[in-house]
């Protein structure tokens, strides 16, 4: 499985744009990229996964260059409840089977 | 629609007991993983039952067993219990077999298990 490199840690505060960039040069042909949110106490929540360019959803955003050796998650307008842990991994998509490589994730602390 | 459901939530034991951490995964999952997170670290994938079946196993010692039952739900047992195990047991749940597309797993709230 493709190893991913992250910042250990962010600050931003409340109401700025959120740019966490993940580094994933060993990347796989099947591979997509999935982020998770981790609150302390708390299992890892699913936010949003790409294969290339760009995806949105309700929450975030990613962007994947063509190489796709690098992806960005980024939050927009974040907000107090979005201080957590954001894990970048890669893996096959097509299957349910697939064991979970958590790296130490980005420790993202939003301040007022 | 019910998610993860992971009991208890805390559990304090001493060197060299045993523990059994329960798991029922989210309805129409049938795929359970189980991880340790240790402070400050990412989850660590122990292993994955699939059809009452283990298939899969991470890099742990066999004091870490588990098990499925036909409604899906897990145990994850740990026997001799050491210091270093304390940690948060996740499970998570999947619908293991290809049904094309999936959104990620899902992950219970945890166990947080202390070893005195």
């Known amino acids: 499985l493709a190893k991913t490199t992250q910042p250990i840690s962010m600050d931003s505060y409340e109401g700025q744009e959120v740019n966490i960039t993940c580094s994933h040069n060993?990347?796989?042909?099947?591979?997509?990229i999935t982020w998770y949110q981790q609150f302390p106490s708390q299992g890892p929540r699913f936010i949003i996964q790409?294969?290339?360019t760009k995806v949105t959803n309700e929450v975030a955003s990613l962007f994947i260059p063509a190489d796709r050796k690098s992806s960005t998650l980024s939050l927009p307008r974040v907000s107090l409840s979005d201080t957590a842990v954001y894990y970048c991994?890669?893996?096959?998509?097509?299957?349910?089977?697939?064991?979970?490589?958590f790296g130490t994730g980005t420790r993202l602390l939003v301040s007022p | 629609d019910a998610g993860v459901t992971q009991s208890p939530t805390h559990l304090i034991k001493t060197r060299g007991q045993q523990v059994t951490l329960r798991c029922s995964p989210k309805?129409?999952?049938?795929?359970v993983s189980w991880y340790q997170q240790a402070l400050g670290q990412g989850p660590q994938f122990i292993f994955q039952?699939?059809?009452?079946?283990?298939?899969q196993r991470g890099n742990f010692p066999d004091r870490f067993s588990g098990h499925q039952f036909p409604n899906y739900s897990s145990e994850l047992n740990v026997n001799a219990l050491l210091l270093g195990d304390s940690a948060l047991y996740l499970c998570?749940?999947?619908?293991?077999?290809?049904?094309?597309?999936?959104?990620?797993?899902?992950f219970g709230s945890g166990t947080r298990l202390t070893v005195v």
């Open positions: 998570a749940s999947s619908p293991g077999t290809d049904r094309g597309v999936y959104y990620g797993y899902t």
């Open positions: 060993n990347i796989a042909t099947n591979d997509y």
């Open positions: 790409g294969y290339k």
């Open positions: 991994l890669v893996g096959d998509k097509y299957t349910g089977f697939q064991k979970l490589v």
């Open positions: 309805s129409g999952h049938d795929t």
């Open positions: 039952y699939y059809e009452e079946e283990e298939r």
